[in-house]
């Protein structure tokens, strides 16, 4: 474990002692910048996705308040660093290395600088009692980045997903001219060891050790006295060596480890944080505040009054020179960062960004003539120096003729950019200069590989895509081929998981099946077709006709027993015509069709009383009607006439 090892100064291989400069802002306390007539805040100010507007134009806004939302997990908010109004959302040139515009959040104060009349998120006073997540949304929340000049968003620092037993301070700051890390040290260590107290309570870390550089002495007298009570946090001064301020090569000072190639420290169990980074997250967790401002040093040797100021982000760098005395003349290179690792500004009309730690200022007459290149002479020089153990002259070859596959082979992402090697190169090689646009070519060479394997993968979808649809299209059709070829033939339709029945498909044809519904309710509709076909106007088959209707009136009408017999026989003869006949039984329509029924009861009736009206009154009685009961009641009926006809004769 590293932090049970004994602390001590291992070094690194190469770097070089410059003349640092920093004395030149050094002189006079940090001093306060009074608000510009507009704050441009760009929505990219950090490493990652650009932030998104909240605000529109006309809106206004309060100190502390955010302006842009984080799109991403790596990415950050943006804060309005005083009260006022937003006049316009647009691009506007930003301090970046290609010059071009970005989109800016422009804010008109109102010198009010009112803050919000409660943060947007509830202080922790007392962090102790806090979660790491709950620093760590805080600091998401404060827009809280890396100050040292990466600008990488510190929430995701503060969650590592390992274990972490060492925390790192870089207050090195080994490029000349630049001194606002020195100066937040001297003046405000109180607040470093209360943001380093946090971050440690957030990380779990039990150990936190402080680089600082031997050429800042105050800064070291101030830092041991604010934490000479807290037996984790220790100052550790090392010797002044350029770059000693490389995270890497810091590490591997105070720990004697080396970061792995395309590695991170936290893969050896450490974390990394600059002086003013753990300060902004130890103000944000207590305070509440967001990160509206920083110290910027605003030095060189073409500045009037050279000093460290605190200012708030978005203000113009013109502004803030103004409150250094102003140029004394036209400088000869205005840069952003120090004279090592910095990056040309086409005006002084950027604003001051979340990674802006310098505006340097330089001379005409202190800036050495860049002589021509001559070819190299393989001296050797720039391995000597190289603090990341590459071999700079090969890198060279390789980035010049465009190889950078060999390039990346010999581990050119390792290169930290320092520019010792180009320093001491004798043949006035520009050597950065090379690795950098190596280092573009390959970053712009992978980047059309991912756009073209999107494109290949959405090809490739598009065609697989298109090839289920017409799978899709050759099924239904061969299921409904097959549904066809099954109507016609007869066999029973195919299951509904082969050929889903559709009503608009069911066939035309005359069905075949007894149980089809179709098909009985055709027989049925042919077989009333028939029957009305075969018999008289509906109207006779349906009225049954009447005895007067059917039968002239006889002289036995007037006759009861005589009517009673008629009427005997009737029934008997309708119900004989209403039994079926076993030559009848397979007409089947016949026997259900009501209407064929009630004709033929009414042709048995009528047949029964012609029948009736046949049969003479006297005559004689057979032998089968002796056995017959109405032959019998006939019989009996004709004995009593007679015997009444008798009687009658004799009385006369």
């Not at 804060?79 to 515009?101: D, M, N, Q, W």
């Not at 289920?468 to 239904?476: D, F, L």
């Not at 032959?631 to 009444?644: D, F, V, Y």
């Amino acid at each position: 474990m590293i932090a049970e090892a004994p602390i001590r100064l291992y070094g690194f291989h190469g770097g070089l002692h410059l003349d640092d400069r920093k004395s030149l802002a050094t002189g006079q306390p940090i001093g306060e910048v009074p608000l510009p007539d507009a704050l441009i805040l760009p929505l990219s100010q950090h490493i990652g996705g650009a932030a998104k507007p909240r605000v529109k134009v006309g809106d206004v806004v309060r100190r502390g308040q955010t302006v842009a939302d984080p799109q991403g997990v790596v990415s950050s908010p943006v804060h309005a660093p005083t009260s006022g109004r937003i006049v316009a959302i647009e691009p506007r040139r930003v301090p970046h290395p290609s010059g071009l515009k970005a989109d800016c959040v422009v804010l008109e104060p109102d010198g009010l600088d009112q803050w919000l009349d409660a943060p947007e998120w509830t202080p922790l006073p007392d962090f102790t009692a806090a979660s790491g997540e709950q620093i760590r949304v805080i600091a998401r929340a404060a827009g809280i980045v890396g100050l040292g000049g990466a600008a990488f968003p510190s929430a995701i620092k503060l969650n590592p997903g390992r274990v972490v037993d060492t925390l790192i301070i870089n207050g090195a700051e080994c490029e000349p001219y630049i001194s606002c890390d020195q100066m937040l040290m001297t003046e405000q260590a109180d607040e470093i060891v209360l943001g380093i107290r946090v971050v440690l309570h957030a990380l779990g870390a039990p150990r936190c050790l402080i680089g600082v550089e031997d050429n800042k002495p105050a800064a070291i007298r101030a830092l041991s006295r604010a934490c000479e009570k807290d037996a984790h946090i220790h100052v550790v001064v090392v010797p002044t060596r350029y770059p000693q301020g490389g995270e890497k090569q810091l590490i591997q000072t105070l720990a004697g480890l080396e970061v792995p190639s395309e590695g991170l420290p936290l893969d050896l169990g450490i974390v990394c944080h600059n002086p003013g980074t753990v300060r902004a997250v130890g103000r944000a967790v207590c305070l509440g505040e967001p990160l509206i401002e920083r110290i910027i040093t605003v030095t060189g040797e073409a500045v009037a009054q050279p000093r460290n100021f605190r200012v708030r982000l978005g203000t113009p760098m013109r502004h803030l020179v103004e409150q250094a005395g102003g140029l004394k003349g036209t400088p000869g290179r205005l840069l952003m960062g120090g004279p090592m690792m910095g990056f040309a500004l086409p005006n002084l009309d950027v604003p001051v960004i979340k990674a802006t730690n310098c505006v340097l200022a330089l001379a005409p007459e202190t800036i050495r003539a860049t002589p021509e290149a001559q070819p190299c002479i393989r001296c050797g020089e720039c391995v000597t120096v190289c603090p990341s153990r590459l071999l700079p002259q090969q890198l060279y070859w390789h980035a010049r003729a465009r190889e950078f596959e060999a390039a990346e082979n010999l581990n050119l992402f390792d290169c930290i950019e320092c520019g010792c090697c180009a320093i001491v190169c004798p043949s006035h090689i520009p050597l950065v200069q090379y690795y950098r646009f190596a280092k573009t070519e390959i970053h712009a060479a992978e980047a059309e590989k991912r756009e073209a394997d999107a494109a290949r993968l959405r090809h490739e979808a598009r065609l697989a895509r298109i090839e289920r649809e017409e799978r899709a299209k050759e099924e239904a059709r061969a299921r409904k081929k097959a549904a066809l070829a099954a109507a016609k033939s007869g066999a029973p339709t195919p299951p509904p998981d082969a050929a889903p029945a559709k009503p608009a498909a069911a066939p035309a044809t005359a069905p075949t099946g007894d149980d089809d519904p179709v098909a009985i309710a055709m027989a049925r509709a042919q077989a009333r077709r028939s029957a009305n076909n075969a018999v008289p106007a509906p109207a006779s088959v349906e009225t049954e006709p009447t005895a007067a209707e059917t039968n002239p009136p006889t002289p036995a009408d007037d006759d009861p027993v005589a009517r009673a017999i008629a009427a005997a026989k009737a029934r008997k003869a309708a119900k004989e015509a209403a039994a079926p006949t076993p030559s009848e039984a397979p007409q089947a329509p016949a026997e259900d069709d009501p209407v064929a029924k009630a004709i033929a009861a009414a042709k048995a009736r009528k047949a029964a009383k012609a029948a009736a009206t046949e049969i003479p009154p006297d005559a004689p009685a057979t032998e089968s009607d002796a056995e017959d009961p109405v032959a019998k009641a006939i019989a009996a009926a004709k004995a009593r006439k007679a015997a009444r006809d008798t009687a009658a004769d004799n009385r006369e």
